[in-house]
């Protein structure tokens, strides 16, 4: 509301809710500063688990920062943004969401105190963008060569990533499944890159078993069962037939009326039908193919020619499942029985429908030159199955970043605390307020170590002066060992690894989110406008707002004015 001559304005409409100056910033970092501590136990080799329970019930346990986020349904605007944080590091690289997480909430928490000694956010800003600059190019600088050929650097940082999760017992095994599933979908671009798209990695759940009975099928399952009873269950060495027609009589597309005068006629008319349909199964049978799979309908009747030609069959199978078939077993997709070649079929060394469970599963495997593979998960309940799909995820986005960046650090808060070290220096030649500004975002970075020590149930502070003093000898990758409370020297020896990009996105985006809470100065929250039931006013206002009945629209204790 503003004052005009005496007489006040309304601008906003009432039950409006706004905040202004200091008090917005502070409700704003308070806000992102508790999406930080939630997730903060949860970070590294030693973090806790969560327990999330949704309205229905249903529960989830990860420590996946991403998950927790999305699962606890945040209303505060402020920490929406920091839930957008975690979203698009594991967009991105598909690692490092709790890191990205708590770094953000640690340069607001440090940012605070410079706004307290009246420095103006956009100082603050200008000097958090120019501290994330120097820190890439820190990270960039301190990075190792790596790649699709360094087979032990893979599964290092492939392991790395999942120690900290409930996988971490079979975390070799499944590493090893992950680099030969990357391996197999890589592809080289026009640059002759590397460029691996985890979309050609179909992930399959089913509980039962135990996570060491995960499984690699180079080829894909279907989600199907043969069509017919008297079909072969299995196909070795088969010739597969992929279609997109079905093999149906096509109907007419306009009204057409047959008029039949004689038993007879009928009889040629279910004649030439069944004759239309043997001429496509005899296609089909003629190009060699064993296996047929069908993205439309089959005819009964053309069943059971396929049956009585031993030509394993699946029917209304997905057109994504087709195109992934097609990169597998690298058959051509057909769309006329008239255009089909044997060798435009696909190849694959088994086709066999097996039950999982209680499902029955069409598994086609053993194909030469997979481009698209599958994961099948195993584990003892759903919701351990559900976590082991998080923790392959990340593995699988930890191995193609290390494919198409080349580029890895070593891990466990080593390179946070080295570029700290890095930055405080830099810090020492810039002038004026924005050198505080970078000494601050240094002094963030320590958080990564800070939290593993403090998971581990060791002393922050002291595990902190030990590592700063191993760092200044030079031992750019010195960490802890968080069993033992010991210094590690060099955390890439004993295979510690984390890809470089990940670090480097953990800190591009907690900076810009962080930045942009900085400069919000003026929160506006409209009124709600939920009412009661049926849209009905409450009893006695004539469908007016509180406090105007009777003034003719007038806002209240203004009736008078005019």
Not at 24 to 33: D, G, Q, R, S, V
Not at 39 to 47: D, F, Q
Not at 170 to 196: Q, T
Request: with cysteine.
């Amino acid at each position: 509301m503003a004052q005009l001559g005496g007489q006040p304005i309304i601008l906003l409409k009432e039950g409006t809710e706004r905040q202004r100056g200091r008090d917005a910033m502070e409700n704003n970092i308070a806000a992102a500063k508790a999406i930080a501590d939630a997730v903060r136990t949860s970070l590294g080799p030693r973090g806790m688990d969560k327990m999330l329970v949704d309205q229905f019930g249903d529960v989830v346990i990860t420590n996946d920062g991403a998950t927790i986020l999305k699962e606890i349904d945040v209303q505060h605007p402020a920490a929406k943004m920091m839930v957008e944080v975690a979203k698009t590091q594991d967009s991105e690289v598909g690692d490092g969401t709790t890191t990205s997480v708590i770094l953000a909430g640690e340069l607001l928490k440090r940012a605070e105190k410079l706004l307290q000694q009246k420095i103006h956010p956009t100082v603050i800003t200008e000097g958090f963008r120019r501290a994330a600059e120097k820190a890439i190019e820190i990270l960039e600088g301190m990075s190792i060569k790596s790649g699709i050929d360094d087979y032990d650097g893979l599964k290092n940082a492939a392991m790395t990533c999942m120690s900290s999760k409930i996988v971490s017992e079979s975390r070799e095994m499944l590493a090893g499944l992950c680099i030969d599933a990357i391996k197999a979908i890589a592809e080289k671009d026009e640059n002759g890159k590397w460029i691996a798209d985890i979309e050609k990695v179909q992930i399959q759940k089913k509980e039962g078993e135990s996570i060491d009975d995960t499984t690699l099928i180079k080829g894909i399952i279907l989600d199907k069962e043969v069509v017919s009873p008297g079909m072969p269950r299995s196909v070795k060495d088969a010739k597969i037939l992929l279609l997109q027609s079905a093999v149906e009589i096509e109907k007419t597309e306009f009204e057409t009326k047959l008029q039949i005068t004689s038993p007879e006629q009928i009889q040629q008319f279910l004649d030439e039908e069944e004759h239309m349909l043997r001429k496509m199964v005899q296609k089909i049978e003629n190009s060699g193919a064993n296996v047929l799979i069908c993205q439309k309908g089959i005819d009964d009747m053309a069943q059971h020619f396929l049956t009585k030609a031993g030509i394993l069959t699946v029917r209304r199978v997905k057109k994504s499942d087709i195109e992934k078939l097609s990169k597998a077993t690298g058959g051509m997709i057909f769309n006329n029985l008239d255009d089909i070649t044997p060798e435009k079929l696909g190849f694959a060394g088994l086709v066999e429908e097996r039950k999982v469970m209680n499902d029955s599963w069409i598994f086609i495997e053993e194909c030469k030159d997979p481009k698209s593979v599958v994961i099948l998960i195993r584990g003892g309940t759903e919701l351990i199955v559900d976590e082991v799909d998080r923790a392959i995820h990340d593995a699988l986005c930890v191995t193609r970043d290390i494919i198409e960046d080349e580029k890895v650090v070593g891990g466990g808060g080593a390179p946070e605390l080295e570029t700290a070290i890095q930055l405080r220096k830099f810090a020492q030649t810039l002038g004026g307020r924005e050198q505080l500004a970078v000494e601050v975002f240094a002094d963030s970075l320590d958080i990564v170590p800070k939290t593993l020590a403090e998971n581990a149930g060791l002393d922050q502070i002291e595990v902190l002066m030990k590592l700063r003093a191993s760092h200044q000898a030079g031992n750019k990758f010195a960490a802890i060992d968080l069993d033992t409370g010991d210094i590690i020297d060099d955390m890439v020896k004993v295979g510690v690894i984390e890809p470089t990009i990940v670090k480097i996105q953990a800190i591009k985006s907690s900076t810009e989110a962080a930045s942009m809470l900085l400069r919000i100065d003026d929160v506006i929250a409209s009124a709600k406008t939920a009412g009661p039931p049926g849209g009905m006013p409450p009893p006695g206002m004539g469908g007016m707002p509180p406090g105007m009945g009777g003034m003719g629209g007038m806002p209240p204790g203004m009736g008078d004015m005019y």
